[in-house]
């Protein structure tokens, strides 16, 4: 791809990266969905939720911001090791950078006949604008890593993904310093628009479908209390929450978020069910016919994952990929989702705030994507996150208005 890969990501995105370049990226990658990552930054993972519910408690109206920095803020803390107070200014841009780098997937001619980029310069008219995309792309990344950077070189950097895996000498990555930086900034764009869009979903499911989330608060309840003996719910209690965990496939089964995987190559000559597909062939899931191939596929119904598979995210579901390069993010992702839909179905009830068409989730805006209003459950609910926020140190945080930020 040209255009998106070559122009617009400088060749440096293992997503759309053919086999002999992605396969060393995804080596050092690899070190997120170990056992021990796994639970070092499922610390991060509660607190940044705790941080996220009590950020519903003081500024409710702004729902959807909360997701996203929460996503963000998550990841940034994997990869970076920062905890990072950042703008909505900031966030915006971070979430720009997503929006561009997808919406040039294919969008030109040229990805689909990648013969037009051997034509000579001047004849590629084309060139300048995403020359100038890739350009935006490099610097914001460059102004998010270089300091990151700085510190793991000069010893005083906190634990991360970037130093304990990606910098550190015994991984020996081959890459050059900007492919060090396209594979940070890369997790840190990927995980945080999906789980940022999985949280507005669940939302809009919420508005649709609130004798679901009437049974699944009653399951929250009662594994975790209620009322004045209530706590929020921790990642230990994933086993016991076997409904939840069937939310967060539920979820993006859906609406899913990828209408389309990335297309992959066959390696080798394969034959399934009676046909015949010879190496070279380009695959890719057809994200919507796929999660549609299931009973009532219109109905939002956490029951159709019951099947003992419920805490396997990808079992059954192919809205991470699958195989080879299954997202490498998927296991962190899963979490994040069965944190905080636990704990939002627990704590908050959703109404709609005007009308809204389930069927659009305005994921592209930087505004609200659909009008809805939040409410906390009531004053023991958040009397509870209020003093857990308080215990793990984020309270002023979350009362704080990142707008005033600059
Ligand atoms: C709901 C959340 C998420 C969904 C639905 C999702 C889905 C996907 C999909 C469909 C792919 C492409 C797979 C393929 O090429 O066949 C992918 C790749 C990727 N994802 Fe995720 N993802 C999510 C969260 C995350 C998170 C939290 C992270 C970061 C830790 C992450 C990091 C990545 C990376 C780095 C790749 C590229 C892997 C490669 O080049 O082989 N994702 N994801």
């Known amino acids: 791809m040209p255009v998106s890969s070559g122009l617009v990501s400088r060749d440096r995105r293992s997503l759309i990266l053919p086999q002999e370049q992605w396969m060393e990226r995804r080596r050092v990658m690899h070190g997120l969905l170990s056992g021990t990552a796994l639970k070092q930054y499922g610390a ?16 409710p109206q702004r729902w959807y911001r909360h997701h996203y920095r929460y996503a963000n803020s998550v990841i940034v803390r994997i990869a970076l090791g920062e905890q990072p107070l950042k703008s909505t200014k900031e966030l915006e841009e971070m979430q720009n950078a997503v929006t561009f780098f997808v919406g040039s997937i294919g969008r030109s001619v040229v990805d689909w006949f990648p013969d037009l980029a051997k034509l000579p310069w001047f004849l590629q008219v084309w060139r300048p604008y995403w020359a100038r995309l890739g350009q935006w792309n490099y610097d914001l990344y460059a102004k998010w890593y270089n300091p990151v950077k700085a510190k793991v070189e000069n010893g005083t950097a906190p634990p991360s993904f970037v130093r304990d895996f990606l910098m550190h000498p015994d991984t020996r990555f081959k890459g050059d310093c900007d492919d060090l930086m396209y594979v940070a900034m890369q997790l840190i764009e990927a995980g945080s628009d999906t789980t940022r869009e999985a949280l507005n979903i669940m939302t809009m499911a919420a508005l649709e479908y609130p004798e679901v989330f009437a049974k699944a608060r009653a399951e929250v309840d009662r594994v975790c209390g209620v009322g004045k003996d209530a706590r929020l719910p921790t990642l230990e209690d994933m086993d016991a929450l076997g409904y939840i965990c069937a939310m967060c496939k539920e979820v993006l089964r859906w609406r899913p978020i990828f209408p389309l995987t990335p297309d992959h190559t066959a390696s080798q000559d394969i034959e399934f069910e009676g046909y015949y597909f010879p190496a070279g062939t380009g695959f890719t899931i057809n994200g919507p016919a796929v999660c549609g191939e299931c009973e009532e596929p219109e109905r939002f119904m956490p029951e159709r994952w019951l099947d003992g598979h ?3 995210i990808a079992h059954g579901l192919w809205q991470f990929g699958g195989g080879r390069r299954i997202c490498v993010g998927y ?76």
């Open 44 to 59: 991060w993972q509660e607190e940044e939720s705790t941080k996220m519910m009590a950020e519903y408690v003081f500024h």
């Open 310 to 312: 419920e805490q396997d």
């Open 331 to 406: 296991r962190l992702a899963q979490r994040s989702l069965f944190i905080n839909i636990a704990r939002l179905v627990q704590c908050v009830d959703y109404k709609p705030n005007g009308p809204y068409n389930a069927e659009i989730l305005n994921l592209e805006a930087v505004g609200e994507p659909f009008p809805v209003r939040a409410t906390l459950r009531g004053e023991q609910y958040k009397a509870m996150i209020v003093e857990e926020a308080k215990k793990v140190g984020v309270l002023e945080e979350a009362r704080f208005n990142r707008d005033k930020l600059q």
